[in-house]
């Protein structure tokens, strides 16, 4: 998990994961285009975002292709945000009953 918050610390990693989600299975090339970054710098980062699993690649004849994987993001939802959010949803509920009582 620690190696899926360290890859998304990175707003330049981030922004490939928002390509990817945009138009997944992309080429090196096509992931490049349009970004301030070299083709080197783009390839750092895809090694990092791969070593967390957040993206897989595929080979297709000549080329690698890029894709999104969502399940480490997914498992962070699950194991963080949620637990959070919970609680405080049962919280507004609790505080809008209450409200709705008083008005009788």
Do not use: Y
Request: charge should be positive; charged fraction near 35%; aromatic fraction near 4%.
């Amino acid at each position: 998990m620690d190696e899926v918050f360290k890859a998304l610390a990175d707003a330049s990693r981030r922004a490939l994961l928002d390509r990817l989600h945009a138009r997944n299975g992309q080429t090196l090339t096509e992931l490049c285009d349009g970004l301030a970054m070299t083709r080197q710098a783009v390839t750092k980062h895809l090694a990092i975002l791969e070593a967390a699993n957040l993206v897989t690649t595929r080979r297709q004849g000549r080329e690698k292709l890029h894709f999104l994987n969502p399940v480490p993001i997914h498992q962070i939802g699950e194991r963080w945000i949620r637990k959070f959010e919970r609680a405080r949803l049962v919280a507004l509920g609790e505080l809008k009953k209450r409200l709705e009582d008083g008005d009788d």
